[in-house]
């Protein structure tokens, strides 16, 4: 625990050190739904329900892509080799991991209240669809963050982040749509339990593998 608290620490102070990194991500989140309201205020009454759903997921989407893509891209390869040396690969895929959903949390409430300001709010359930956005960002952060890890072996892992990542987080983004959905036309919460519980799965399942999968990357 104490080498978790430790690389949290350091992850948190890297992004203190570079915060322009995660200006640009809030900047991309306020120019992108700016331009969404600037494309469909003159059909705000065309603008329905689904459609809404369906703009801000693409955004987190995109949003997580981006944030976590520099998760291990950020550090030097001479910063690697001395954290080989004095810490575990399960610290440092755990701590990226915990620390990435916080980071994604903090970036999809921020979007959310934006985009619910701007765009209106026509979430039914707004409990259930902030439970939503806090399974996501667990989930995107999870995944993405073991596909950051892989693409960080290869040149061009920018582009292999991209054909990676999707194939990844499809199955999730559709589960999370399905809830988000029930959120929004304020089903009751009961019929919802199934996707949460599929969710919480999901995201048990991406940790432990990658707390499986990551020594062996870690040593390459």
């Given at each position: 625990?104490?080498?978790?608290?430790?690389?949290?620490?350091?992850?948190i102070?890297?992004?203190?050190?570079?915060?322009?990194?995660?200006?640009?991500?809030?900047?991309?989140?306020?120019?992108?739904?700016?331009?969404?309201?600037?494309?469909?205020?003159?059909?705000?009454?065309?603008?329905?329900?689904?459609?809404?759903?369906?703009?801000?997921?693409?955004?987190?989407?995109?949003?997580?892509?981006?944030?976590?893509?520099?998760?291990?891209?950020?550090?030097?390869?001479?910063?690697?080799?001395?954290?080989?040396?004095?810490?575990?690969?399960?610290?440092i895929?755990?701590?990226?991991?915990?620390?990435?959903?916080?980071?994604?949390?903090?970036?999809?409430?921020?979007?959310?209240?934006?985009?619910?300001?701007?765009?209106?709010?026509?979430?039914?359930?707004?409990?259930?669809?902030?439970?939503?956005?806090f399974?996501?960002?667990?989930?995107?952060?999870?995944?993405?963050?073991?596909?950051?890890?892989?693409?960080?072996?290869?040149?061009?892992?920018?582009a292999?982040?991209?054909?990676?990542?999707?194939?990844?987080?499809?199955?999730?983004?559709?589960?999370?749509?399905?809830?988000?959905k029930?959120?929004?036309?304020?089903?009751?919460?009961?019929?919802?339990s199934?996707?949460?519980?599929?969710?919480?799965?999901?995201?048990?399942?991406?940790?432990?593998?990658?707390?499986?999968?990551?020594?062996?990357?870690?040593?390459?």
């Amino acid at each position: 625990m104490q080498e978790l608290r430790t690389l949290i620490g350091k992850e948190i102070t890297l992004e203190w050190r570079q915060r322009y990194a995660l200006n640009g991500m809030l900047l991309y989140i306020v120019s992108t739904v700016f331009v969404c309201y600037l494309s469909f205020k003159l059909k705000a009454n065309q603008l329905t329900p689904i459609t809404w759903n369906t703009l801000f997921w693409i955004i987190i989407l995109f949003t997580a892509v981006n944030a976590i893509s520099k998760s291990f891209t950020q550090e030097r390869a001479g910063r690697l080799l001395y954290y080989y040396t004095i810490a575990s690969p399960q610290g440092i895929i755990l701590s990226k991991i915990i620390y990435n959903s916080g980071l994604m949390l903090v970036l999809s409430l921020t979007g959310f209240g934006f985009y619910a300001f701007v765009m209106g709010n026509p979430v039914g359930d707004l409990w259930m669809y902030l439970v939503t956005i806090f399974l996501s960002s667990i989930g995107f952060a999870s995944s993405l963050t073991m596909v950051a890890g892989i693409a960080s072996k290869a040149e061009n892992n920018g582009a292999l982040m991209a054909i990676l990542s999707f194939p990844v987080i499809i199955p999730m983004l559709l589960m999370v749509m399905k809830l988000a959905k029930n959120a929004l036309d304020g089903l009751d919460r009961g019929s919802s339990s199934e996707e949460v519980m599929i969710l919480l799965a999901l995201d048990a399942i991406v940790v432990s593998l990658s707390l499986i999968l990551f020594p062996y990357l870690w040593r390459s």
